[in-house]
């Protein structure tokens, strides 16, 4: 008899005693035949054999009670289900664990588990081409403003320029046509340095906002809590506000075509679009560094918002005290604040310089100050970005530790097997 066993003598042979081994998983008991724990035993990988703690009752292991349940019912001759409320990722480091291929799964539970790491591919797939569709309507905005990307207008954009005025100006692009006779008024020349992007970026751009709308459309179809979409996520709502400056502005563009070519109210829908930078952070908003770099600014916000204050109050100390030392530079006190941010944060731009004795020294504690602020505030927020970086770093190391112990025992298992059946 072992030790944390007992035996169990039935009416029907008194001889025989069977043992029952009494197993606890992370404080859940299980009760099993000897032989049953056996079988288990001889199939689970070594390196994981070790985590078994041997009690002289039961044994003791720190493993998922909900699935080891249901490897036990499969042990004892019933077939391998996988809980519905667990992640089949989890999961299949239990099966690992246990030393059991995915194989093993009934056909209910195989189809969801091998859709599930489908899913996991596809939506790898997915922010890759999301990403990529980011970045090309970020260069199709900014493309457009520079001057290698932009054209002269043709004739069919100077008529959607003049509108309904375009028989007045047709004879400065046809020599036939003649010229319009006087009203009283002489007619404005041609506007210089009217250009505009090629066309293919504007075909790239409503490439972006149909793909980004139907993207929208179906995101918003198919989410599981549409609720908690529309009131908690704030990159949802970055979307929508992107997808609506961009529909205002073909809309006005429409209505006013002349707008379009120079300078007018569409300018500020027009600068408005960068808020699409921000789709940039749902690519983002899973990976390690960028969750390192939030927590580090929730953990330094009290310090972070003290140096923003101790900022202020010295920027309205140095810009009054700039201001009465008789430095004709510094003319109001409002003007002063720019140069004492640039002069505090060490920037030193130079297009504010002071000229005086006194004012001069003013500056000098204004540096002297800022570089002192920003030496005590900065390391805090630095020692803190450091310590979750690391732990992150620990804890993709024991993860990558974890699947190196575990992968390569499973494929010598398996390559045994292959032989054995091949003899």
């Not at 002071?354 to 927020?381: D, M, W, Y």
Request: negative net charge; aromatic residues 14%.
């Amino acid at each position: 008899m072992t030790e944390g066993s007992r035996p169990i003598t039935t009416d029907m042979d008194s001889a025989l005693a069977l043992q029952i081994q009494s197993v606890s998983v992370s404080g859940t008991n299980f009760e099993m035949l000897s032989t049953t724990w056996s079988k288990m035993l001889s199939i689970m990988p070594i390196e994981c054999s070790r985590e078994i703690i041997e009690r002289p009752d039961q044994m003791f292991l720190e493993r998922n009670p909900a699935a080891f349940q249901c490897i036990l019912q499969y042990h004892q001759g019933g077939q391998l289900h996988m809980p519905s409320e667990m992640c089949p990722s989890i999961f299949q480091r239990e099966m690992e664990f246990w030393g059991l291929k995915k194989s093993a799964l009934s056909k209910c539970c195989l189809v969801k588990y091998i859709g599930y790491f489908d899913d996991q591919a596809v939506l790898q797939v997915y922010f890759a081409l999301n990403a990529i569709l980011v970045l090309v309507s970020l260069f199709a905005l900014i493309a457009g403003t520079h001057p290698v990307f932009q054209r002269e207008l043709n004739l069919d954009e100077w008529k959607e320029y003049y509108g309904a005025e375009w028989d007045k100006y047709r004879h400065f692009f046809d020599d036939t046509a003649p010229e319009p006779e006087a009203e009283g008024s002489e007619l404005e020349p041609l506007p210089e340095g009217s250009m505009t992007r090629y066309t293919a970026l504007d075909i790239t751009e409503y490439v972006c906002v149909a793909l980004f709308s139907l993207d929208l459309i179906i995101r918003c179809m198919f989410c599981p809590n549409r609720i908690r979409l529309l009131l908690y996520s704030f990159l949802h709502w970055v979307d929508v506000f992107a997808l609506l400056v961009m529909y205002i502005q073909y809309l006005f563009e429409y209505i006013y075509p002349r707008e379009k070519y120079e300078a007018s109210f569409l300018d500020v829908l027009h600068c408005m679009q960068i808020i699409r930078v921000l789709r940039l952070f749902r690519l983002v908003k899973h990976s390690t560094g960028f969750l390192v770099l939030l927590y580090a600014f929730k953990a330094s916000f009290r310090e972070m918002l003290l140096m923003i204050m101790f900022l202020l109050v010295a920027m309205m100390i140095f810009s009054t005290m700039a201001f009465f030392s008789g430095d004709d530079t510094f003319s109001t006190i409002p003007d002063s604040f720019w140069w004492a941010i640039v002069t505090m944060t060490t920037v030193g731009y130079g297009d504010v310089v002071p000229k005086e004795a006194l004012s001069k020294l003013v500056g000098v504690l204004c540096a002297i100050s800022g570089v002192c602020l920003l030496a005590v505030i900065i390391p805090i927020f630095v020692n803190n970005f450091m310590l979750f970086y690391s732990y992150s770093k620990i804890w993709g190391q024991m993860e990558k530790v974890d699947d190196t112990k575990i992968k390569p025992i499973l494929q010598s298992k398996e390559t045994k097997e292959v032989d054995l059946n091949c003899q």
